[in-house]
């Protein structure tokens, strides 16, 4: 199971999303606009996706706005 957490309008949210195998950045922010039902396919343009692994193993990805003092 892989956790992908959303972060828009300086809310966040986790969501549980099912794939089988790796899942690209461009589609991460794809994904992204499709579930929240947002109107502009580019809305994640500028955005980081990061990948991390939980205490478990499982994956998650975080898909942020960039920040002023880092990448």
Known sequence: MT????TYNGLS????LEVDGAVSDADVRRIAVEMLGLPRE???????VDRFRGPRGEER????PKVPFGA
């Open 42 to 48: 580019d809305t994640f343009q500028h955005y980081v």
């Open 13 to 16: 949210s986790d969501v549980p």
């Open 61 to 64: 990805i975080y898909l942020r």
């Open 3 to 6: 956790t992908l957490n959303i």
